[in-house]
């Protein structure tokens, strides 16, 4: 990339950026942004980006980049999965051109290492437990429920997923709030998903699902964002009490590569308002509008 390109975005190192509802000035730079993403059309024939994201993004980003590529011809490629996995696919030398992770530190850590520009924040998500509607869980007795040697509870796969992380900092704030909790839950969670490997299921079926389907687990510790934009009513999902709650914060970076310019647009569209809008559809944090949850 250029130096002349680069010093043309409005970027800044995720250790000063901070993001808050939009202010005039930031929601005036995000809409030049989307202004940019959109006159300038991507050549006749562009190959496409390929962006690694993380797996809990899946619904709402192949919105946003259908949109995108209906705007301005730009194709993008999809590949999502645990964060962890798709860090060392990029360290390993997989070709990327856009990272979104379910944290920070991996998006930071490539950024660190000279591989990507500045680390952002592109949006937000919550933690939530998942529960198939018998087991009965509330918020207010959601550490009951999960403590009850009855109930058996599903995670991700710490270290290979953010959203493993998540669940074993759960278990942690709980040990806080009653005494030898943290080994209780730990002990009894599984890790089913977000891992190099992982039990199998029927091809197409939802991982998460089909465990608390079939009784393999009753609750499942994730997220409070979906890949659809309807709940399903087969499940509740419950947020976590405010002396329990974790606020996940996603981080993007664009990589050094073959597609700088083209990379940057589309990360520029990516914090625009018009993007940033689809994601509370999906119940993610949008972090550049001026009412994040609208």
């Known amino acids: ?15 000063r950026l901070t993001f808050r509802p939009a202010s005039r000035s930031l929601a005036a730079a995000l809409a030049a942004s989307a ?3 959109f006159t ?12 690694f994201a993380a797996g809990s993004t899946g619904g709402a980003l192949a919105t946003i980049a259908h949109d995108y590529t209906a705007a ?3 194709p993008v490629k999809l590949v999502t999965g645990p964060a962890g996995l798709l860090l060392e696919r990029i360290e390993g030398g997989a070709r990327a051109d856009l990272f979104i992770s379910a944290n920070l530190a991996h998006p930071r850590r490539l950024t660190a290492e000279g591989k990507a520009g500045p680390t952002v924040v592109f949006a937000r998500n919550r933690v939530c437990v998942s529960a198939r509607p018998d087991v009965g869980l509330t918020s207010a007795k959601l550490l009951d429920k999960l403590l009850d040697p009855g109930v058996k509870i599903g995670t ?3 270290k290979a997923d953010p959203g493993g992380d998540y669940a074993w900092l759960l278990f942690e704030k709980a040990g806080t709030l009653r005494a030898g909790a943290t080994a209780v839950l730990e002990a009894k969670a599984r890790q089913l998903v977000g891992g190099r490997s992982a039990p199998e299921v029927p091809a197409g079926a939802n991982p998460v ?21 309807q709940p399903d009513p087969a499940f509740v999902q419950v947020e976590l009490p405010p002396e329990l709650a974790i606020q996940a914060d996603y981080g993007m970076t664009v990589l050094e590569g073959r597609h700088d310019e083209a990379a940057w647009r589309f990360a520029m ?24 949850g609208s």
């Open 1 to 15: 990339m250029t130096s002349r390109f680069t010093h043309r975005l409005p970027f800044r190192p995720a250790s």
């Open 35 to 37: 202004l940019l993403a």
């Open 40 to 51: 300038i059309p991507a050549a006749r024939g562009a190959e496409a980006l390929t962006v």
């Open 72 to 74: 301005t011809g730009q």
């Open 156 to 158: 991700s796969t710490p």
């Open 209 to 229: 699902k089909y465990f608390m389907q079939t009784h393999v687990v009753d609750v499942f510790v994730g997220y409070c964002s979906s890949h659809d934009t």
């Open 269 to 292: 569209y990516l914090m625009s308002p018009a993007a940033q809008a689809v994601l509370p559809r999906y119940g993610f944090g949008a972090v550049g509008l001026a009412d994040p």
